[in-house]
């Protein structure tokens, strides 16, 4: 069984930066391949950005690509999402989940979801 704890979201103004941590547990970290996604309100869950096995290959949507950067820490069994250059239209949830084998795009492929840490971005 793998634990997935988000935190760091909160209210932040655009343009301005927050960065998202993704613990997980019960597992070798080095083992999983992480992502983040998002839902916003009456919309459906969105790929965000991925990293395969702790710190290999990276992905990432393009509404987000060169703003956001997904890192992991396999040390601290922990992933991180930097998001900089923040928009209004970025206020959402924001979910980590884990699987093993390589990182994906599609949420259906990962089976260990975190509870979700709000992030609004105020005009």
């Known amino acids: 069984q793998v634990q997935v704890v988000e935190s760091g979201g909160g209210l932040v103004q655009a343009g301005g930066s927050v960065r998202l941590s993704c613990a997980t547990s019960g597992r070798t970290f080095s083992s999983l391949s992480m992502g983040w996604f998002r839902q916003a309100p009456g919309k459906e869950r969105e790929f965000v950005a991925a990293i395969s096995w702790g710190a290999g290959p990276t992905y990432y949507a393009d509404s987000v690509k060169g703003r956001f950067t997904i890192s992991g820490d396999n040390a601290r069994n922990t992933v991180y999402l930097q998001m900089n250059s923040l928009k209004p239209a970025d206020t959402a949830v924001y979910y980590c989940?884990?699987?093993?084998?390589?990182?994906?795009?599609?949420?259906?492929?990962?089976?260990?979801w975190g509870q979700g840490t709000q992030v609004t971005v105020s005009s």
């Open positions: 989940a884990a699987r093993y084998g390589m990182a994906s795009t599609k949420k259906n492929d990962y089976r260990y």
